[in-house]
């Protein structure tokens, strides 16, 4: 199975900022990467797909890059509504697999 | 718009078979392209895919649940079921229903159900 390793595990900023989000697979996934966003007690909500591809809707201060085995998620202003865990996935091989998770709080 | 819902048991005690049951609307089972599947999260820890089942039947699980996990569509009812075998505590999680199409990830999330395994 691929494993996706996510760093931080937990990132603290001021609103404002521009964070990133690190999303490393222990083999090639090619692009097909997705970023998903969840608040407490909510289903999550993905944010970008094929690793750099915005969802419809999602803000444009989120944007993501890499590709093979290296990604990112930013996000170029920090606002209030942005703290909650964000999550990378894999969809280039079954079993598909998620990251464990990067926290994000503001200050 | 596109909508999915799950339901089920909350309390299964452990060595029972859960069955889960995803109805979902805004779009068909039966199209090109088109896949639901399930996800689970217990409590406080990271998102874990289970399976997927697509329109044309392609259907794949998370290997180390493949010999406990089932997933079957009605097209007709449009409904996935999910059924998991000797459940066990370490199987206490909220489960989603999700809908993706081929090239992108999973992009509309039922509410979550959670389930607890506990005698």
């Known amino acids: 199975d691929i494993q996706m390793t996510q760093s931080p595990s937990t990132l603290s900023a001021s609103v404002g900022d521009r964070v990133t989000i690190t999303c490393r697979a222990s083999q090639s996934v090619s692009a097909w990467l997705a970023w998903y966003q969840q608040r407490p007690g909510k289903a999550p909500n993905v944010l970008i797909h094929k690793a750099s591809s915005l969802e419809g809707g999602v803000p444009s201060r989120f944007s993501g890059g890499g590709s093979e085995t290296e990604f990112t998620l930013s996000i170029s202003s920090l606002q209030p509504d942005d703290s909650a865990t964000y999550y990378c996935q894999q969809y280039s091989t079954y079993p598909w697999t998620f990251g464990q998770g990067t926290k994000v709080e503001i200050k | 718009q596109i909508t999915l819902k799950e339901s089920g048991p909350t309390l299964v005690k452990p060595t029972q078979t859960l069955t889960l049951t995803c109805t979902f609307s805004g779009f068909s089972l039966s199209t090109s392209g088109v896949g639901v599947g399930w996800v689970r999260q217990p409590p406080g820890k990271a998102l874990e895919w289970l399976a997927i089942?697509?329109?044309?039947?392609?259907?794949h699980y998370l290997s180390s649940l493949k010999s406990r996990l089932t997933v079957t569509k009605d097209t007709s009812k449009n409904q996935l079921d999910l059924t998991l075998t000797n459940m066990d505590p370490v199987d206490t999680a909220t489960y989603y229903c999700v809908h993706r199409i081929v090239g992108g990830g999973l992009d509309y999330w039922g509410q979550g159900t959670l389930v607890t395994v506990s005698s």
């Open positions: 089942i697509h329109w044309n039947d392609a259907n």
